[in-house]
């Protein structure tokens, strides 16, 4: 994601906060626990926070 310039990383950063689930399914491969856990994951996961996963993505910044 470090490699991706400002317009690109936006667009990840969008699909991120749009939906967090099938961004994970759509760009990791998954075991079947991974996958139930994801599956559990209560919606939206993103917070409106300078910790959310949008935010980290915009910024290039790491979660914590």
Do not use: C, E
């Amino acid at each position: 994601m470090y490699a991706l310039n400002d317009p690109a990383l936006g667009l990840q950063a969008d699909a991120v906060q749009t939906n967090f689930k099938l961004w994970i399914v759509q760009n990791f491969l998954l075991s079947p626990a991974q996958a139930t856990v994801l599956t559990g994951i209560d919606d939206p996961l993103h917070v409106t926070s300078r910790n959310s996963v949008p935010f980290a993505f915009s910024t290039g910044s790491k979660l914590t």
